[in-house]
Nanobody, 124 residues
Framework: VQLQGVGGGLVQPGDTLRLSCTAS????????MAWFRQAPGKEREFVAA????????VYASSVKGRFTISRDRAKNTMYLDLGRLTVEDTADYYC??????????????????WGQGTLVTVSS
């Protein structure tokens, strides 16, 4: 599975931004996908995850209600819409995938496939 993540940029607090992650090598319905982020000087943290078939979506408490996962199976792409952004959301965002959905969806070590990071900078 190869992943291509795009969509980062410089935005102001309160703005919205869409990240996308396109998979190749497997259909979206066959994989589980997640986003993690890493801010400068901090450890990588879980943001959100979902089954490619839409059967399950989960969010970290820090982003729940502000970030939303959606899917376009025709494009083999999962999206992460970032809303009501704050400076604390500034980080490199990475999409990741694995072939199964488990209770360990928030653990980075469980994901076999990673896209390149995309930088989201929230600044006034």
């Amino acid at each position: 599975v190869q992943l291509q993540g795009v969509g980062g940029g410089l935005v102001q607090p309160g703005d919205t931004l869409r990240l996308s992650c396109t998979a190749s090598g497997r259909t979206l319905g066959d994989i589980s996908m997640a986003w993690f982020r890493q801010a400068p000087g901090k450890e990588r943290e879980f943001v959100a995850a979902g089954r490619g078939n839409g059967a399950r979506t989960v969010y970290a408490s820090s982003v729940k209600g502000r970030f939303t996962i959606s899917r376009d199976r025709a494009k083999n792409t999962m999206y992460l819409d970032l809303g009501r952004l704050t400076v604390e959301d500034t980080a490199d965002y990475y999409c990741a995938a694995k072939l199964s959905w488990t209770v360990a969806y928030s653990e980075a070590s469980q994901y076999n496939y990673w896209g390149q990071g995309t930088l989201v900078t929230v600044s006034s």
